[in-house]
């Protein structure tokens, strides 16, 4: 009895397990069956596969062809399992050799003329590999580039069914199609995308905001900002990550992986520069979260896992929308639960909203301009209030710039030089918070605010307490951005002028 064996890789949102693959050819009516619990789009690999190997010059046996991928308990989806379903019924019907693939991963969807197409979410499928010390892979052409960012892997390419056969010593008779290798020129060619985020330099005045996001830089605090149209608040968000300190390796590994899953990988590259996610106040709640049919993708929280989520015209998303950000903003992870199985994703991102303050964006100053009826503007603001702007560190008003610069004056300060100080400020938080594994102030508790803030500082929160400026979650919140204000002027401790400025930055909108 021969039976052909391969491994391929299974992903349950980032989590991936080995995926035994193993084809028996017996006696009986031609039949070919995949079983093993998979979705559709495997189920369907049965024609795509037939047809690629006929493609290759192999014959179909004309008997009863079973494929089984275990764990049989496990559901499988996708196309990526192609390959290794069509390299283990070409070894069990001895196309290639027996003992060449047992301890190799295949990866790649076929077409039906045999080319071999790239697939997603092949980065954490290598370090999941990595770790259960597999070394060997062969993969699609077009995911090398991919594949070049995990070292110590032995990872060959194939563009076609007949290039596998022949690798593994087997004769292949096969026409590489134009298209595929048209495809492959073009992507050597074109250059990696580099992506810039802008020099804070360039923002016109606006001195205060550009001080409140270094601020939520250095401490990782949520921020939203109010302010007429045209005053500046996309183009300061947009900046914030080139003054936000480099991702770490590990950092980077864990966005690469989330956008490896998602398709970007090849946009971005590996880097060190937070992500920076804005979805469009139309998005719905799944778009947002994540969703689909069977194991539900990555949503926008996700992909801005390690970095920012801006919502610009953060008043005009749906109020459900908003409020899935709750448990995220806490947790720093979403479950999504669907009925083949749930799926845990990172989300540990800041929040950055923007608003206008009212639905025509000139009630500011006198209001004179402003067209808004009273209920208006109430309605307007009336998704933002609550759960959701109280886990909003940050509240900063940003008013219309009152002139633009001349020639001969000094420009703004960079990014670079804003970040270095943000830089040394989490430092200073890190080796401080290292025994409980925090990062940044933000994630400090209120039992440790508690108790370390000075007398004189938390008697400033008490009255702002009891004036009900502040709820007990904000006056956490303000205390988290007096340590920053610490950190930032070198201070070990923050003062009285420390905590009075961290409950302005909670109270100025």
């Known amino acids: 009895m021969a039976i052909g064996r391969t491994l391929s890789v299974g992903l349950v949102g980032l989590k991936a397990f080995i995926v035994q693959v193993q084809a028996f050819i017996s006696p009986g009516l031609p039949y070919f069956n995949i079983i093993g619990l998979p979705d559709t789009s495997l189920s369907e690999a049965r024609e795509r596969v037939?047809?690629?190997?006929?493609?290759?010059?192999?014959?179909?046996?004309?008997?009863?062809?079973?494929?089984?991928?275990?764990?049989?308990?496990?559901?499988?989806?996708?196309?990526?399992?192609?390959?290794?379903?069509?390299?283990?019924?070409?070894?069990?019907?001895?196309?290639?050799?027996?003992?060449?693939?047992?301890?190799?991963?295949?990866?790649?969807?076929?077409?039906?003329?045999?080319?071999?197409?790239?697939?997603?979410?092949?980065?954490?499928?290598?370090?999941?590999?990595?770790?259960?010390?597999?070394?060997?892979?062969?993969?699609?052409?077009?995911?090398?580039?991919?594949?070049?960012?995990?070292?110590?892997?032995?990872?060959?390419?194939?563009?076609?069914?007949?290039?596998?056969?022949?690798?593994?010593?087997?004769?292949?008779?096969?026409?590489?199609?134009?298209?595929?290798?048209?495809?492959?020129?073009?992507?050597?060619s074109s250059p990696s995308a580099t992506l810039s985020c802008g020099d804070m330099s360039e923002v016109l005045g606006q001195e205060y905001a550009k001080w409140a996001l270094q601020v939520a830089a250095a401490g990782g605090h949520n921020l939203i900002m109010t302010g007429p149209p045209g005053a500046g608040k996309t183009m300061l968000a947009s900046?914030?990550?080139?003054?936000?300190?480099?991702?770490?390796?590990?950092?980077?590994?864990?966005?690469?992986?989330?956008?490896?899953?998602c398709g970007t990988l090849p946009q971005y590259g590996i880097t060190d520069v937070p992500p920076f996610e804005a979805?469009?106040?139309?998005?719905?709640?799944?778009?947002?979260?994540?969703?689909?049919?069977?194991?539900?993708m990555p949503g926008a929280i996700t992909r801005a896992h390690r970095g920012i989520l801006f919502l610009d015209e953060a008043p005009e998303f749906s109020a459900r929308a908003l409020q899935t950000l709750r448990e995220p903003l806490e947790s720093g992870y979403v479950a999504l639960s669907r009925a083949k199985g749930s799926t845990y994703y990172p989300a540990r991102f800041q929040l950055v909203m923007?608003?206008?303050?009212?639905?025509?964006?000139?009630?500011?100053?006198?209001?004179?301009?402003?067209?808004?009826?009273?209920?208006?503007?109430?309605?307007?603001?009336?998704?933002?209030?609550?759960?959701?702007?109280?886990?909003?560190?940050?509240?900063?008003?940003?008013?219309?710039?009152?002139?633009?610069?001349?020639?001969?004056?000094?420009?703004?300060?960079?990014?670079?030089?804003?970040?270095?100080?943000?830089?040394?400020?989490?430092?200073?938080a890190k080796r401080r918070f290292q025994e409980f594994g925090w990062t940044c102030n933000a994630q400090a508790s209120g039992n440790w605010l508690h108790a370390n803030?000075?007398?004189?500082a938390m008697e400033l929160v008490n009255q702002a307490l009891s004036n009900h400026q502040l709820t007990l979650r904000g006056a956490d919140r303000a205390m988290r951005l007096a340590w920053t204000l610490a950190d930032l002027n070198g201070r070990y401790s923050p003062t009285e002028q420390d905590v009075h400025q961290g409950i302005e930055l909670r109270t100025r909108m």
């Open 50 to 188: 037939k047809s690629a190997c006929h493609a290759s010059g192999f014959v179909w046996p004309q008997t009863r062809v079973t494929v089984n991928m275990s764990p049989a308990a496990m559901p499988k989806r996708g196309s990526s399992h192609d390959l290794a379903i069509a390299a283990s019924v070409l070894c069990a019907a001895g196309a290639i050799g027996h003992d060449c693939l047992e301890d190799t991963i295949m990866l790649g969807e076929v077409n039906l003329d045999g080319s071999v197409l790239p697939i997603h979410g092949l980065l954490p499928i290598m370090l999941h590999a990595e770790e259960r010390g597999i070394r060997k892979m062969i993969i699609p052409y077009r995911n090398l580039e991919e594949s070049a960012m995990v070292d110590g892997m032995d990872v060959i390419g194939v563009r076609h069914v007949g290039e596998l056969i022949e690798l593994m010593g087997g004769n292949a008779t096969y026409t590489i199609p134009e298209l595929i290798l048209a495809d492959d020129e073009s992507a050597e």
């Open 453 to 456: 803030t000075s007398l004189k």
């Open 354 to 428: 923007a608003a206008n303050p009212c639905p025509c964006g000139y009630y500011y100053g006198t209001g004179e301009r402003c067209t808004c009826k009273e209920k208006d503007r109430t309605k307007y603001f009336s998704r933002l209030v609550g759960p959701i702007l109280d886990r909003v560190d940050i509240q900063l008003a940003v008013p219309p710039v009152s002139r633009i610069a001349v020639r001969n004056e000094t420009p703004g300060e960079s990014s670079a030089r804003i970040r270095e100080r943000v830089i040394e400020a989490r430092m200073v």
């Open 279 to 296: 979805p469009h106040h139309t998005a719905t709640t799944a778009a947002l979260v994540g969703g689909g049919s069977g194991i539900a």
């Open 239 to 261: 900046r914030l990550p080139g003054i936000m300190p480099p991702l770490t390796e590990p950092e980077q590994l864990e966005v690469a992986s989330i956008r490896s899953l």
